[in-house]
T-cell receptor
Framework: QKEVEQDPGPLSVPEGAIVSLNCTYS??????FMWYRQYSRKGPELLMY????GNKEDGRFTAQVDKSSKYISLFIRDSQPSDSATYLC????????????FGAGTTVTVRA | DAGVIQSPRHEVTEMGQEVTLRCKPI?????LFWYRQTMMRGLELLIY????????DSGMPEDRFSAKMPNASFSTLKIQPSEPRDSAVYFC????????????FGPGTRLLVL
């Protein structure tokens, strides 16, 4: 079993829809939770990070963490064609701060 | 600030040849990471350095892979001899320190081994 599971999709939504992405993880020692966005033929870039259960908002993006269920989510409101990308969750545990465990990535297409 | 720089951006080589990938981290960043991305296995950490010293190379798949960081502004990942299954996108990333949340990724080197 992989440490981080993420449905690779692909996911296609119309412009303006809410995009919902999620990952599950198995290691309860995981402490830092991140979402990276990767455009086609580019390197991943950090979108959001959080280290506590609950919600964190940044503009149209909301990251949600439920440590009791080992479940993290990313919501994109009012999605735009420019949000079309692959979204990877990345998680880090407290004993290996520097090692990120990545999900497989979910490819999202927002149709104009 | 110029981000992480990688070269070459694309490499096509024949099986058995030596391949050298290069990375220049962001100035002032002390930690450097090499990742490999494939459709089958996703993004995998190969090796990382802190203050030019290799900390963990447990992700390096085989002895054919080696990495060096001779100074704070340069690192190489070498594959010798290369094999078709090494075909992937190789990313270099840097961060201010090992405990920093943000790793900044380069554009990647797309390697195809025929």
């Amino acid at each position: 079993q992989k440490e981080v599971e993420q449905d690779p999709g692909p996911l296609s939504v119309p412009e303006g829809a809410i995009v919902s992405l999620n990952c599950t993880y198995s290691n309860s020692a995981f402490q830092y939770f991140m979402w990276y966005r990767q455009y086609s033929r580019k390197g991943p870039e950090l979108l959001m990070y959080t280290y506590s259960s609950g919600n964190k908002e940044d503009g149209r993006f909301t990251a949600q963490v439920d440590k009791s269920s080992k479940y993290i989510s990313l919501f994109i409101r009012d999605s735009q064609p420019s949000d079309s990308a692959t979204y990877l969750c990345a998680i880090r545990d407290r004993s290996n701060d520097y090692k990120l465990s990545f999900g497989a990535g979910t490819t999202v297409t927002v149709r104009a | 600030d110029a981000g992480v720089i990688q070269s070459p951006r694309h490499e096509v080589t024949e099986m058995g040849q030596e391949v050298t990938l290069r990375c220049k981290p962001i100035s002032g960043h002390n930690s450097l990471f090499w990742y490999r991305q494939t459709m089958m296995r996703g993004l995998e950490l190969l090796i990382y350095f802190n203050n030019n010293v290799p900390i963990d190379d447990s992700g390096m798949p085989e002895d054919r892979f080696s990495a060096k960081m001779p100074n704070a502004s340069f690192s190489t990942l070498k594959i010798q001899p290369s094999e078709p299954r090494d075909s992937a996108v190789y990313f270099c990333a840097s961060s201010r320190g090992l405990t920093q949340e943000t790793q900044y990724f380069g554009p990647g080197t797309r390697l195809l081994v025929l």
